[in-house]
């Protein structure tokens, strides 16, 4: 499987992909090329993406059918993930998430609380220096979390070194804020409403909490230091 990144991050996390799926035999990620590297091989090429068809895993997919899961800018999942516990565990419906800046703006706290008492509580945490607080939390055991979303770039993802920058290497603001606006626009669905997504549960993975699930779409990394069976990746 190739994929495209907006950081090389993903580039690190590829590397240490050292347990083999079982299903397949192979590496869960055989290539990572970040969003800038594709753009500059498009402009050596003379490509534009406008005259590129959009393809995707079901072939069936239209430009104005593409949708995007809920969450503020380019964040992950923590947004679904909190709706999903909340009422998985609590029979607790939620609407908008509200977002409780801490440190920064990069670490964001989310509750769910009823009658005084705190269900859930979830962080998300941008960027090395937040990343490293988590940590020293962690190990002090002074983290009251039951869930955090972790992206390595300030600011998220659209905000990743490995997008389009200019010719100095520094981050294009101006693009930035355009593609958070086309980011924005994309209509939200939540993925377990996607008849293509509950297609592949029972078709390919034999139901929601088979074997195959956790060979399938969980991975295992290796902790600190080189992999075993890296490979030369030059970036």
């Known amino acids: 499987m190739s994929i495209v990144a907006p950081c090389y991050d993903k580039k690190l996390e590829a590397l240490q992909e050292d347990v083999l799926t079982a299903s397949r035999g192979s590496r869960g990620t055989d290539c990572v090329l970040t969003s800038g590297e594709i753009t500059q091989m498009m402009e050596q090429s003379d490509l534009s993406v406008r005259d590129a068809a959009l393809d995707t895993l079901f072939g069936d997919v239209k430009e104005e059918e593409v949708r995007r899961h809920d969450g503020a800018s380019s964040d992950g999942y923590l947004a679904h993930i909190f709706r999903h516990a909340a009422k998985e565990l609590f029979n607790e419906d939620v609407g908008e998430v509200t977002y409780r800046a801490l440190r920064n703006r990069d670490f964001q706290e989310v509750t769910l609380e009823k009658s005084g008492e705190v269900l859930l509580r979830f962080a998300a945490a941008?960027?090395?220096?937040?990343?490293?607080?988590?940590?020293?939390?962690?190990?002090?055991?002074?983290?009251?979390?039951?869930?955090?979303?972790?992206?390595?770039?300030?600011?998220?993802?659209?905000?990743?070194?490995?997008?389009?920058?200019?010719?100095?290497?520094?981050?294009?603001?101006?693009?930035?804020?355009?593609?958070?606006?086309?980011?924005?626009?994309?209509?939200?669905?939540?993925?377990?409403?996607?008849?293509?997504?509950?297609?592949?549960?029972?078709?390919?993975?034999?139901?929601?909490?088979?074997?195959?699930?956790?060979?399938a779409l969980h991975t295992a990394y290796q902790g600190p230091g080189h992999p075993a069976n890296s490979r030369d990746i030059k970036w």
């Open 126 to 215: 941008y960027g090395f220096r937040n990343i490293q607080n988590v940590v020293l939390k962690l190990k002090k055991g002074k983290f009251p979390y039951h869930f955090v979303e972790v992206l390595a770039c300030a600011g998220g993802c659209l905000n990743g070194r490995g997008q389009a920058q200019t010719e100095d290497g520094c981050v294009d603001k101006a693009l930035l804020q355009k593609m958070k606006g086309i980011y924005a626009d994309i209509p939200v669905r939540l993925p377990e409403t996607s008849a293509h997504v509950q297609e592949l549960y029972q078709e390919w993975l034999d139901g929601t909490d088979s074997p195959r699930v956790q060979e």
